[in-house]
């Protein structure tokens, strides 16, 4: 019956017919406060809501502010780990949710944080199998961004340090993984052939141009990515509705960079 429950449950998140998914983080507001973009949660979903975004994901305490509430639904994803940019250890992720208070406020899906290379880094992947253990009970899909990022990283978009952040999630247990684009296609073919569940590609700091950010999704897509979790580059866009929609034109129907940047005019 769990996996039933997974199996339904995961349809929330990731399209049933192209198997892929965009994701919009909007979990920023414990890591960086109330930035740009998501002083509003309630317009902020609503606006990838409409773009037609897969899923959001949030801290347990915005359950419910625009989420379902009306418009468009959108899957629901409940971040269980967090740290902010005050601590003099930002990298270390601490849980502050646990799935079953997940599921009682009515999730889709969960996530977790791990960063590896980093000295607190058994801490947290002792978290992860305790979650993974506690979301496969459950018939919860749990999605894990991994990071290699911590004081032995020197380069955390290396092809050999983000594959081995992938794999780290797929033997976890965790059902989607979600990882740094290395850039470029060839690099991130390594990343995805070495991991049996979907990868999908983070979107990172607010970037310079539209281009960029869409060569991006179309570069994972074409490596054999599941989609992409994007946040600041959508929320903080000046139209996150179209930015939405020209993501999803790439991941869902393969449009050319040309006409998903057409979406934005």
Avoid at 65 to 75: L, S, T, V
Avoid at 210 to 239: C, P, T, W, Y
Wanted: neutral net charge; glycine residues 12%.
């Amino acid at each position: 019956m769990t996996y039933l429950g997974k199996r339904i449950r995961i349809e929330r998140i990731i399209n049933r017919n192209t198997r892929r998914t965009v994701i919009v983080p909007m979990d920023h507001g414990i890591s960086m406060g109330p930035i740009n973009g998501l002083e509003n949660m309630k317009d902020a979903i609503q606006k990838v809501s409409e773009g037609g975004a897969n899923a959001i994901v949030e801290h347990k305490g915005l359950v419910g502010e625009g989420h379902r509430g009306e418009g468009k639904d959108i899957g629901l994803i409940i971040h269980l780990s967090a740290s902010t940019s005050l601590s003099p250890y930002p990298n270390v992720k601490t849980l502050v949710c646990t799935v079953e208070e997940a599921i009682k406020l009515g999730a889709d899906a969960v996530s977790i944080h791990v960063n590896l290379g980093n000295g607190q880094e058994k801490e947290m992947l002792r978290d992860f199998g305790r979650v993974s253990n506690e979301a496969r009970i459950w018939g919860l899909p749990l999605l894990a961004m991994i990071y290699p990022r911590g004081e032995k990283i020197k380069d955390e978009y290396d092809v050999n340090a983000v594959k081995h952040a992938a794999r780290v999630g797929n033997e976890m247990g965790a059902d989607i993984v979600k990882v740094s684009y290395t850039g470029s296609v060839d690099t991130f073919k390594e990343v995805v052939s070495g991991c049996s569940i979907p990868v999908v590609i983070a979107g990172g700091p607010k970037m310079d141009s539209d281009r960029e950010i869409l060569e991006m999704v179309k570069g994972s897509i074409e490596a054999g990515g599941a989609g992409a979790s994007i946040g600041r580059n959508v929320f903080q866009h000046k139209d996150p509705t179209r930015m939405v929609r020209a993501i999803s034109s790439i991941v869902h129907d393969g449009a050319s960079i040309e006409k998903a940047l057409g979406i934005l005019e």
